[in-house]
């Protein structure tokens, strides 16, 4: 049997994690998928935490990087934006894992820097660059948040997710009843419409955010 490397350890470790969630990872389990004793996993990364960071930085190699010579800026910090946000979408047990492991390593450190080079070439200062990329990614994680949830609430509860969830809604919106905004809101929609996010929020909150940056670049100049 041909030996295993970490590379091929780190992807399977993704694909597991993208199955089952960060409970699911275990070095069995890994091995199992592998055709490998769980040793032989260790020997390569050592511990669980280890490959969650192994993990949760390598996804970061699939946001597409676009060329800074051929866009401005503002398109290219809607790109990578965009990018990030999908790639968190499709990976929802990342959201959880940055906030219990350091995630850092050659993936996560191109794309920051690139980030970087954005808002230089919108005209910000060093300072200015790090906020304007931290403030982005911040509402890019925000974003995250609801489809990771949604995720996890999906394998815990299994089977029972739609009488779980109507039964949270029902009571989300007796709650709500009793506020004079949201019971407005709710006598115009469905109570599942009224929990559910707006249609374009990610979008609407990205192009308003840019703004936010362009128009303090203009008044400026």
């Known amino acids: ?7 091929e350890i780190v992807r399977a470790a993704v694909e597991l994690l993208d199955a089952e969630g960060l409970d699911g990872l275990n070095m069995r389990s890994l091995g199992a998928r592998l055709g490998s004793a769980a040793t032989a996993v260790y020997w390569h990364v050592t511990s669980k935490d280890n490959l969650v960071q192994l993990a949760g930085d390598v996804v970061w190699d699939e946001i597409e990087l676009p060329d800074l010579d051929d866009l401005d800026w503002r398109t290219a910090a809607t790109a990578m934006a965009t ?10 047990w990342l959201v959880q894992a940055m906030a219990s492991h350091m995630i850092y390593g050659p993936g996560k450190a191109r794309f920051d820097d690139h980030t970087l080079a954005v808002y230089e070439m ?7 660059a790090d906020q304007a ?6 509402f890019v994680l ?54 559910a996010a ?7 909150g990205l192009t308003a955010l840019l703004d936010g940056f362009e128009n303090g670049l203009s008044r400026r100049r």
């Open 1 to 7: 049997m041909p030996r295993l490397t970490k590379d």
């Open 83 to 92: 990018g990030l946000h999908a790639m968190m979408v499709r990976h929802p």
């Open 122 to 128: 919108a005209g910000f200062s060093d300072d200015e």
């Open 133 to 138: 990329a931290a403030s982005v990614f911040m």
């Open 142 to 195: 925000g974003n995250a948040v609801g489809p990771a949830a949604s995720v996890s609430l999906a394998r815990r509860f299994g089977g029972d997710i739609e009488d779980t969830l109507r039964e949270a809604m029902a009571k989300a919106t007796d709650i709500a009843m009793k506020f004079p905004r949201l019971r407005a809101r709710l006598d115009k929609v469905a109570a599942a419409e009224y929990n």
């Open 198 to 204: 707006p249609d374009q929020t990610f979008d609407i």
